[in-house]
């Protein structure tokens, strides 16, 4: 079994956060779309959601050791998550 430090383990939970806002962002898009002209509150949380989304990915690629370019994955979106998720632990293991 993997040990995950404290580090990796927020990353998932704010990109996990970020991803559902940013989503949540372009639903309200769609239903101020259908009749509404609040389409400043749904651009400002799709912004909100990314950057939380962003923030995990740098933590996750930092908790699994490697530099923090790697969180430019996260430019890939749900891609750049899967690949987070599969790439190695590099980080020493206490055991």
């Not at 996990?16 to 239903?31: E, Q, R, S, T």
């Not at 949380?45 to 790697?70: E, L, P, W």
Request: net charge positive.
């Amino acid at each position: 079994m993997e040990i995950v430090n404290k580090k990796y383990k927020q990353g998932t939970q704010l990109a996990g956060i970020g991803f559902l806002v940013a989503f949540m962002g372009y639903f309200f898009d769609i239903l101020f779309q259908l009749g509404g002209n609040y389409e400043y509150i749904s651009t400002a949380t799709y912004i909100v959601g990314v950057v939380i989304f962003f923030f995990g990915c740098y933590h996750m690629a930092t908790g699994k050791g490697y530099h923090d370019s790697f969180a430019l994955l996260g430019l890939l979106s749900f891609i750049g998550l899967i690949i987070l998720f599969v790439i190695p632990n590099r980080t020493k293991k206490d055991q």
